[in-house]
């Protein structure tokens, strides 16, 4: 996700914050985890080190949140509300990581 801004390092709940309106539901898009694998050497390899699924929200364009542990996702258009959301901005690009996330119904 772009993002015209700039802050510096690392990731951060408040941004997060920024980011996301916590007044709006947050929609799962993604049916299956991606994993993200381990790179060493510059050269991937076979070990999983994350899994990332897709989301959205009104107003944002979808964007990508990391979970370090695989998470269950819940059906396709569910809202859901994540544990733990940070947000981190490189070059003008935000990344979201977050520790869990449930199904609101």
């Not at 709006?24 to 899994?51: C, N, W």
């Amino acid at each position: 996700m772009k993002f015209n801004s700039r802050r510096g390092g690392g990731y951060s709940a408040t941004l997060a914050e920024q980011i996301l309106d916590s007044s709006k539901p947050i929609h799962s898009l993604s049916l299956e985890l991606d994993p993200q694998m381990k790179f060493e050497d510059g050269k991937r390899t076979d070990e999983v080190q994350a899994y990332k699924a897709w989301f959205a929200q009104a107003g944002l364009p979808p964007f990508e949140v990391k979970f370090e542990e695989q998470v269950k996702l819940p059906p396709f258009l569910a809202v859901v509300s994540f544990n733990n959301i940070q947000a981190c901005e490189v070059s003008y690009n935000v990344y979201f990581k977050a520790d869990n996330l449930k199904e609101v119904k």
